[in-house]
């Protein structure tokens, strides 16, 4: 569903309280910073409102988005929709082409929050830490209209932080395999079931004949993985449900199975050789070249594979270690409400509106979401555009899913990771060598959060 971008002039909401103006402006300097502003001011016909909202006051709202131009172009379209559908609220939104986690706590440091945002998953508990986000607990249970049990229950408790909700859902993708179906016809392979996830013995196997060398260079990659977040994913499939617990600073990289999990992970490139290593020569060989068998990752890339690619290509289910529980993995970026807003009822309003049908389908039909409200499931949003021929695989992975384990500190948790994998991934340290050296670091990292944050 693509909704019309017309912009009309508009009735001015009510003037805003004090304060609001110098936050607007905070906003709208950041420009020479990387920023495009859409300020967009609708009247139209005015939709149905539940009488939780017909109550409303009127209120100009600051929205923060970020992401490639398709992120972009939706959440303009999608804040005009939001006012003809509510006439007496005005959104403004800002478009955050830099780091957006860095504009947010410098906008933080000063209380100018904006009113609403698109926050980073990795790093959105770091603000609800700090003070800077609100959680939404009693937003959600005083909303009459807002039902819990509407959602597929892990994205919500994805994002909540020690048990309370911080931010609501709206690009959420699970991990699958993808793979390149014309590769696989070439090398006269059976392709993947859309059903029984392969074992990952099986699935490196495959990679293995699906790696093609030429004039002594591979010229095709069998088999690529969420590298920057499989160093905590693939101990959980091996049985280490806690490897990491960002919430309550738990790390346990030091543990037999997640050292046997990073070792597994640098003999993909070192021992098996079906993964590029670091470093290697040659032209790109992502998933969207055609270079490459398979790629466990995200089904957000579906909308530029779909327009990038011109090898047909599907989903099978996120591969598991024979004879393990099965466990798979998703995330959605959390829409956040600024703690410094004065429009809170407002803010809570808009994000509903993007986590809710209308903002789901518009995302869905963008190739960067799967459903997360069960009444989507079957929506041709998310089933009608080929490729994937099925589209199902992520709804029914999610039934398997374990939450990531974000935490506030996150972001230096993941940077001391990749500093320390980096040798282990070129063959120059092993896996327990590597850890066992940088766990007094770790340890730090996570002990200053502790007495920061609890």
Not at 173 to 183: E, F, Q, R, S
Not at 287 to 293: A, S
Request: aromatic letters at 10%; a positive charge.
């Amino acid at each position: 569903m693509v909704f019309s971008h017309t912009v009309r002039p508009a009735i001015e909401p009510a003037a805003a309280t004090s304060g609001r103006h110098s936050r607007r402006s905070a906003i709208l300097g950041a420009a020479a910073g990387g920023l495009s502003l859409l300020a967009v001011r609708c009247r139209g016909e005015v939709g149905s409102q539940g009488s939780g909202t017909q109550a409303l006051p009127p209120a100009k709202l600051f929205f923060l988005g970020r992401g490639q131009v398709t992120y972009q172009q939706t959440f303009e379209e999608l804040s005009a929709q939001f006012m003809r559908q509510f006439p007496h609220i005005t959104v403004e939104y800002t478009h955050q082409t830099g780091n957006f986690d860095e504009k947010y706590q410098v906008l933080a440091a000063s209380d100018q929050t904006p009113d609403v945002g698109f926050s980073t998953v990795a790093q959105y508990k770091g603000h609800v830490a700090r003070g800077a986000a609100a959680y939404l607990d009693d937003f959600a249970k005083r909303d009459k209209q807002f039902k819990e049990a509407d959602y597929d229950a892990y994205w919500l408790v994805a994002l909540r932080y020690k048990g309370r909700l911080g931010g609501l859902p709206w690009d959420p993708g699970m991990v699958v395999l993808h793979y390149n179906k014309n590769v696989f016809q070439r090398a006269g392979l059976p392709l993947p079931d859309a059903k029984t996830p392969l074992t990952w013995e099986q699935t490196i196997e495959l990679a293995k004949r699906l790696t093609v060398e030429s004039g002594g260079s591979v010229t095709q990659w069998g088999l690529e993985t969420w590298w920057a977040r499989f160093w905590w994913h693939i101990p959980r499939q091996l049985g280490l449900a806690d490897v990491y617990q960002g919430d309550e600073n738990v790390l346990k990289l030091d543990h037999p199975t997640a050292i046997e999990g990073l070792q597994w992970l640098a003999d993909l490139r070192l021992k098996h050789r079906v993964s590029r290593p670091l470093g290697y020569p040659g032209p790109a060989s992502g998933f969207e070249t055609g270079k490459l068998g398979l790629d466990a990752g995200g089904v957000w890339r579906a909308g530029t594979f779909r327009a990038n690619m011109q090898d047909d290509w599907d989903w099978a289910p996120l591969p598991q270690f024979a004879g393990k529980k099965r466990v798979t993995t998703g995330q959605a970026s959390p829409v956040i409400m600024g703690n410094a807003s004065k429009a809170r009822d407002a803010a809570w309003e808009l994000m509903k509106y993007l986590a809710g049908p209308v903002g789901q389908e518009l995302a869905m039909e963008r190739g960067i979401s799967q459903p997360i409200l069960k009444q989507q499931h079957t929506s041709p949003a998310f089933t009608k555009h080929r490729p994937p021929h099925n589209p199902q695989v992520a709804v029914a992975d999610v039934q398997f899913a374990v939450p990531s384990p974000y935490g506030p500190s996150y972001n230096q948790v993941q940077a001391l990771v990749d500093k320390v994998i980096d040798p282990v991934y070129k063959g120059e340290q092993t896996a327990r060598q590597a850890i066992t050296a940088a766990m007094p670091e770790f340890r730090g990292i996570l002990e200053d959060t502790k007495r920061q944050y609890g």
